[in-house]
């Protein structure tokens, strides 16, 4: 009964460390929206600051919510031990509207999938996707442009595009 007591009280304690500011490993740094014009293209971009050594075999992954709808976007990603900043960045995403909020979650785990450290987080554009052309202005890796956008140079065609947004 001793033991059972016991090992229910280090449970407890090692699982308060996990949010305990003073035990974390890494802090957010910074977040934000990049839009790529040349290249059509918006991404979440998050970055860690690296407060203490992480344990070799560690990895980061970032839930992001889908601004199309659908699915949540995951990125998995392996944390190299001299690593001082973690980046993490989404694949492309669609449907972004200027000012609504879109959640995040970072899990840092450890080599035997453990969670280490949880971090939660919103970001919000100060820009609508519809600043971006429809198509790429470039293709190609000399920067030739983009042949369906001739004559126009906003990169905007007449037709819509085939993602239907969420309102």
Known sequence: M????????????????????????????????????????ATYVVTLGKLRQIPEGSTVETRFDNPAGGGIIVVL?????????????SPPVFCIVKERPYSFTISLKGPEGLILQKLDGKLMSNLDQSVLPDRPLVVGPVYTRNPELAGRPDGKLTVQGTIKCPL
């Open 2 to 41: 001793r033991k059972a007591i016991a090992a229910f009280f280090i449970l407890l304690v090692v699982g308060g460390c996990r949010d305990n500011p003073e035990n974390a490993y890494v802090e957010l740094t910074g977040k934000i929206f990049i839009f790529n014009y040349r290249v059509a293209t």
């Open 77 to 89: 990603q392996k944390v190299w031990p001299k690593m001082e900043k973690i980046t993490v960045e």
